[in-house]
């Protein structure tokens, strides 16, 4: 069975502060691994996701994440806060054994301030 | 670029009563999901759908929950005799081949009274 915990379910950084976003998951088979955002009343935004090759991606609005196996880590971040960036910000992992279903973390709520 | 939909935005039902919950992946994609989360609550699984049948499906899809695809291009939620505890947000996603990251509407929120 496949897991994932995000440390920290809120998140407060100053505006043009780097942005650390925690994620570790469990897995049996290699992972695919993902960071979807959440606004306000709408659904979930893909930022990124890492399936194979390089460990290090890079997603949409200026979002990285690292993907380190020796760590079972794919932590999220990003060198400079912006407003716009307070959301909810998911990780989620999925098996392609099991029609590739996502399971979640419980969500980071991240919050700028000015 | 292309977007799954999701209606209504908002349902409110009686407990009791059945509800469709609606959906349009987007038109090429060929797996279908049902996520739905429980305000305060993580995002849980429910359902995923390819070539016309059930490929996976969660503890929480019992006999109360079915899918459909009665088009080429809509994917329904049936819950029967809903109950309380159903109200939640409820997304729909789709995917491409292997690989391809699942894309999500914005939800359809339902409220059981």
């Known amino acids: 069975a496949q897991s994932v915990t995000q440390l920290g379910s809120h998140v407060s950084v100053s505006e043009g502060a780097l942005v650390l976003l925690r994620c570790n998951y469990s897995?049996?088979?290699?992972?695919?691994l993902f960071w979807y955002v959440q606004y306000p009343n709408q659904g979930l935004q893909l930022l990124l996701k890492?399936?194979?090759?390089?460990?290090l991606v890079k997603g949409i609005n200026g979002f990285e994440a690292e993907f380190k196996k020796s760590e079972t880590s794919f932590h999220l971040t990003k060198p400079s806060a912006h407003m716009s960036d307070a959301a909810e910000y998911f990780c989620?992992?999925?098996?392609?054994?099991?029609?590739?279903?996502?399971?979640f973390g419980g969500g980071t709520r991240l919050m700028v301030k000015p | 670029e292309p977007e799954v939909t999701q209606t209504p935005s908002h349902q409110v039902t009686q407990m009791g009563q059945e509800v469709i919950l609606r959906c349009v992946p987007i038109?090429?994609?060929?797996?279908f999901y049902w996520y739905r989360q429980i305000l305060g609550q993580k995002v849980e699984f429910l359902v995923s759908?390819?070539?016309?049948?059930?490929?996976?499906k969660s503890e929480i899809f019992d006999d109360q929950f079915s899918v459909e695809r009665p088009d080429g291009s809509n994917f329904t939620l049936k819950i029967r005799s809903t109950k309380l505890e159903d109200s939640a947000m409820y997304f729909c996603?789709?995917?491409?081949?292997?690989?391809?990251?699942?894309?999500f509407g914005d939800g359809t929120r339902l409220s059981i009274l």
């Open positions: 890492y399936t194979t090759g390089a460990t």
């Open positions: 759908f390819y070539n016309n049948e059930i490929s996976e």
């Open positions: 038109s090429n994609h060929l797996y």
């Open positions: 996603a789709s995917r491409g081949e292997s690989n391809q990251p699942q894309h």
């Open positions: 897995s049996s088979v290699p992972p695919y």
């Open positions: 989620a992992v999925s098996d392609e054994n099991a029609g590739n279903m996502l399971t």
